[in-house]
């Protein structure tokens, strides 16, 4: 299932004009500005003979709140980014019809609708995450890299809400990233004998994380820093811990001590000195008693 439906316009020299995309090496991200038009009412816009009024003006994808429109399919030219030549050199590509080095040639442009009262619904900025998080997978785009506001490539105000405040914009990315990710089986132990002990860092630069997942680091914790532990997990099957800072780290008795001790802390004991027979009583015994236990030896 994909994240939009196809709905095209018909071909015409205003918003279509069939011009193929060069290649794709990014997104770039508008707002309609036009209070209250769903991406429904601005497909009906761009379409006929006119494209929208007679202006060389259009996006690949309207996105609203309950749905996404592809308008324009994704190997043609949109014209969403070329009041002048990109301010992004990478995307400074130009064609015998086109000669003005512009981003249109290159890029995929995305609209996010606007509700009456001026805004962009959260849900039409989630459903503008799936969209973007699939055309990034489809064209293997980075977000942190390959996504840019409109204003990036030409100095335009356009979505203002994200050139008056830059953060929000790089929430979307990480938010994107995040939907890109496969997805990971993560479980809460109840009743956990780790919760409310101390956790303390044996490996100079261990690394934690800010979501319960192994695959996105967070940052590092020194040697013998010191956290209370306040949830234990199993992420993708391994025991993570949620720390009191909101950190999660690992609970592997390599890089980290815990205490007091839980019930199922595990332990590494060696025994020298005894004799080969006594050894073998001892793995049997292992073996008979202690479920997963394993038991090295090193013959003498
Ligand atoms: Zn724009």
New binding site residues.
């Given amino acids: 299932m994909t994240a939009w439906q196809i709905d095209y316009v018909v071909k015409n020299k205003f918003s279509r004009p069939g011009h193929p995309l060069l290649k794709v090496l990014g997104v ?6 036009t209070p209250g038009a769903t991406d429904e009412n601005e497909k009906a816009f761009f379409d006929g003979a006119d494209g929208g009024g007679s202006r060389y003006a259009s ?1 690949h994808i309207f996105v609203d709140k309950d749905s996404a429109r592809l308008i324009i399919p994704l190997n043609e030219v949109a014209y ?2 070329n009041e002048k030549p990109s301010m992004i050199s990478k995307l400074r590509a130009s064609t015998s019809y086109y000669t003005s080095g512009n981003a249109n040639l290159n890029t995929i ?1 995305v ?1 996010m609708c606007v509700e009456k009262d001026g805004t962009i619904h959260a849900e039409t900025i989630k459903r503008t995450e799936d969209v973007v998080a699939e055309l990034c997978r489809q064209f293997s785009l980075s977000p942190e890299n390959d996504i840019y ?3 990036d490539i ?1 100095g ?1 105000n ?2 203002a809400p994200w050139v008056a405040n830059v953060g929000a914009f790089n929430e979307f990315k990480t938010k994107v990233r995040a939907k890109m990710m496969p997805e990971v089986i993560v479980e809460s132990i109840a009743n956990s004998d780790y919760i409310s002990k101390t956790l303390t860092v044996k490996t100079d630069g261990l690394w934690f994380y800010n979501t319960p997942r192994w695959d996105v680091k967070g940052g590092s914790s020194a040697k013998g820093n010191s956290f209370i532990v306040t949830e234990e997990l199993r992420v993708g099957g391994y025991r993570m811990l949620k720390c009191h800072d909101g950190k999660y780290r690992t609970a592997d008795p390599l890089h980290v001590d815990i205490n007091p001790k839980p019930s199922d802390w595990p332990y590494r004991v060696n025994i020298d000195n005894i004799t080969h027979a006594e050894a073998v009583d001892i793995v049997q015994l292992i073996g008979t008693n202690y479920k997963g236990a394993k038991v090295f030896g090193e013959a003498k």
Avoid: F, L, N, S
């Fill in positions: 770039v991200m508008h707002w309609t500005a996006a969403h980014a442009g609209e506001r409109h204003y030409t335009k356009c979505p």
